[in-house]
């Protein structure tokens, strides 16, 4: 087991949403051990704490709230932290959404190591799981079996030649996060774009912040940072969510054509039957109620 972590010293971000097309700033601030992660809306003003409970919506971005007050695209961040072991962080935010940056994580983890990782005085507790367990959501398909570490497999299928068919399988250490997985930015599909934005969404996405396909190929002019960028991203997205459980998994999960939706549904589903896991703490193996993890 590993220390907990939270980051030395407040650091301060900002830039446009990706849905709302609104400009935000953003700052972190360290946490004392075990306060978990943090959104606080500092304009309105509400704290939303970063667990599953807090999901309100899934459609094209993952979105927290807390009595009508929300926090919408967390994924890029919770993933950019689950990557790089932050427990413990304070997220002020002054709008309704997290900026997109760049469409993936790397400009976040440059920021979060700007402000320095701190270790934190007591062992982070893990999930581990101890017997297979699947979810079936329509056509996706998330299972998660016992494993010494943290392993995702992920395959999508898209009918459009510039992706197809896809699949990686990983070891999540923060090496391989921050060198595979990070660079890897959110994408569309230009004929998409209009539905999008006539339903609220897509206001702040352009080609420096998605990559963007249209019926002969990626629209963006730098191309692609790895072959396989789109199930990379997907990759990114769901160990974004999957941290919304509040603790590590330490297990091999294995998802295929599942997203924001089916990847919440998926850890409602876990939590529910804790014959499948148990919470490993410092000292011994805890029991559900004492780690609070029921929604």
Not at 179 to 197: H, V, W
């Amino acid at each position: 087991m590993r220390a907990q972590r939270t980051i030395k010293q407040e650091v301060s971000f900002e830039g446009i949403g990706l849905h709302t097309g609104k400009h935000a700033m953003v700052t972190l601030k360290p946490a004392s051990r075990d306060a978990g992660i943090t959104f606080v809306r500092i304009d309105k003003p509400a704290v939303i704490k970063a667990h599953v409970g807090s999901v309100i919506d899934t459609a094209f971005a993952t979105t927290l709230g807390h009595n009508g007050v929300k926090v919408k695209t967390v994924e890029h961040m919770m993933a950019a932290l689950a990557g790089l072991g932050i427990d413990n962080l304070t997220i002020e935010v002054n709008g309704p959404e997290m900026p997109i940056l760049d469409g993936s994580s790397t400009d976040i983890i440059s920021i979060i190591l700007r402000a320095g990782i701190a270790k934190q005085g007591k062992k982070r507790p893990y999930l581990r799981i101890n017997r297979p367990f699947v979810f079936e959501d329509g056509h996706a398909t998330i299972a998660v079996f016992p494993y010494s570490g943290v392993r995702m497999t992920y395959s999508i299928f898209f009918h459009h030649h510039g992706i197809g068919e896809q699949r990686m399988s990983i070891d999540i250490t923060e090496e391989n996060f921050v060198r595979e997985i990070a660079p890897a930015r959110t994408f569309g599909f230009l004929k998409d774009i209009e539905f999008l934005r006539n339903n609220g969404l897509a206001k702040g996405g352009s080609l420096d912040n998605a990559i963007i396909l249209g019926e002969d190929g990626i629209l963006n002019a730098s191309g692609l940072r790895f072959k396989d960028e789109f199930v990379r991203h997907k990759v990114l997205d769901s160990i974004g969510d999957f941290f919304l459980i509040g603790f590590p998994i330490y297990g091999h999960i294995i998802a295929s054509k599942s997203g924001h939706s089916s990847n919440v549904k998926f850890l409602k589903k876990l939590i529910a039957v804790p014959e499948v896991w148990d919470i490993i703490t410092e000292e011994k193996t805890a029991p559900v109620h004492e780690m609070q993890i029921n929604i």
